[in-house]
């Protein structure tokens, strides 16, 4: 199992490019199948995740094809298709649910496994079966299944109003690729509002599609009969940028985020410079200087849905918040178990504590390198932060967690100065 060796205590210097959004990339990778005609998709980020979609795609009968140096993919999904999702490539990957309104809009029928809890929290994914429901398929849970269907005699699901008991980012997804192919029209109500919803609205009325109030809490989708092919550029990774941030802000330097987009991470932002880093919108993107976390005041801050605090970025954050000055609270109201990085920042000496949502975390003056585990995505993130500051040799085992959703991390960081290698 990959393991990163960091040896903290270098700033960081230099220019580093941000990649496409895993949230976007994934997403906009089942858009695909929402058409018989090529779709290419531009600025795909190389991640597991992406890796893990593409071979559900080819498992289902889509051809895929890369091309290029800078992550260009085509996906062509005949009719042929079959639609079924099964549980061996879904428990890797959650957002494998989202082929299921694609796959009901277009053939009709899916049967995609349900994804099961995950590390973070339970996840349940009831809200995209209640509104796909209401758009007329049925849908029962067989064997660990969803087995979904339209009612006899129909041919597309029908466009419904779908307001949800909580935003939620992939059952907006869902929902949207679902109407964009349904008879009628369809409203989302409480629909998500983070910056990879826009970006697929945008890809699929390249496609054809009618959708209107994409980014603000209210959808509206006027079904079409057919979408076709298109090409789309997906939006660079805001939280790759955001972990980038935190990683310079804790270490001291002035770096380049190359493609950054200052005005989908405004909340943080506003944190750091609250902290006292200096952030600034430069042509390239987004240009961070810090003098490192022991000039930095804590910050405390909330997570919650778009435009707000992103739970992912609550991990990477918090690990500044260990090294900075003074005392922050940092509350997590969207996934129930996300403070699994709490202990193994402990153990490179962080003094935080949990009672319930929130962490306590008191700065301290220095970390001390030690082996530790990732737990899940943004928990590795938070440890490599925290390996880039802490004296002597931090060792991050799991780094698979870290490979679902980072493209190259060690090596952009190693470009930035970072004294950081993967042992295989
Ligand atoms: C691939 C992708 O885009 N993943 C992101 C997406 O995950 P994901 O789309 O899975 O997260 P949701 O926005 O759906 O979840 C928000 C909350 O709603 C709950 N919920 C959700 C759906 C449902 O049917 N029932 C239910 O109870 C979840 O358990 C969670 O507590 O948004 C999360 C919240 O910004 C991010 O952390 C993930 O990185
Ligand atoms: C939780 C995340 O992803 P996923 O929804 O794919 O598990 C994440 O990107 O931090």
């Known amino acids: 199992m990959d393991k990163l060796l960091i040896r903290g205590g270098r700033a960081l210097h230099g220019t580093v490019m941000i990649s496409g959004a895993k949230n976007a990339a994934l997403p906009e990778l089942c858009a ?198 298109c090409t789309h550029q997906v939006v660079a990774d805001r939280i790759e940028t955001g972990t980038f941030l935190c990683a310079v802000a804790a270490a001291g330097g002035d770096v380049v985020l190359q493609h950054g987009r200052l005005d989908h991470l405004e909340a943080v932002v506003e944190k750091l410079l609250h902290a006292g880093v200096t952030v600034s919108a430069v042509p390239e993107g987004i240009r961070v200087q810090s003098a490192g976390a022991a000039q930095l005041k804590a910050q405390s801050f909330r997570t919650t849905e778009y435009p707000g605090f992103p739970t992912d970025m609550q991990a990477q954050f918090m690990a500044l918040n260990a090294v900075a000055q003074g005392t922050s609270k940092v509350t997590e109201t969207i996934f129930e178990n996300r403070f699994m990085h709490v202990n193994e920042l402990v153990r490179l000496g962080a003094n935080i504590q949990i009672d319930g949502k929130v962490s306590l975390v008191e700065g301290v003056p220095r970390l001390s390198g030690a082996t530790v585990m990732a737990t899940d995505l943004r928990a590795s993130a938070s440890l490599v932060i925290a390996g880039l500051v802490a ?34």
């Open 32 to 229: 695909a199948l929402l058409t018989e005609e090529p779709v290419t998709l531009h600025n795909m980020p190389r991640l597991q995740d992406v890796a893990t979609m593409r071979k559900l795609l080819d498992h289902m009968g889509v051809q895929t094809q890369t091309h290029g140096e800078r992550g260009g993919m085509s996906l062509c999904a005949p009719d042929t298709i079959n639609p079924e999702a099964p549980y061996e490539l879904v428990k890797t990957m959650r957002a494998s649910v989202l082929v299921l309104g694609p796959l009901l809009a277009r053939f009709g029928r899916a049967k995609v496994s349900l994804p099961g809890g995950c590390a973070i929290g339970s996840r349940p994914v009831d809200q995209h079966i209640k509104g796909l429901c209401a758009m007329g398929a049925e849908i029962s849970v067989q064997h660990g299944y969803m087995v979904a269907k339209l009612p006899a005699g129909r041919t597309r699901l029908q466009g419904a109003r779908i307001a949800t008991d909580m935003v939620t980012v992939t059952g907006t997804e869902n929902f949207l690729m679902a109407a964009a192919l349904a008879e009628g029209e369809t409203i989302l109500e409480n629909a998500a509002q983070e910056p990879e919803i826009p970006d697929l609205a945008e890809m699929l009325i390249k496609m054809g599609a009618r959708i209107e109030g994409h980014g603000t809490s209210r959808i509206r989708i006027q079904g079409v009969e057919a979408l076709h092919g």
């Open 391 to 424: 004296e002597g040799e931090t060792l991050v085992d799991r780094i698979y967690h870290l490979d679902r959703g980072y493209d190259q991390m060690e090596a952009k960081l190693r470009t930035l100065g970072a004294d950081i290698e993967r042992l295989k």
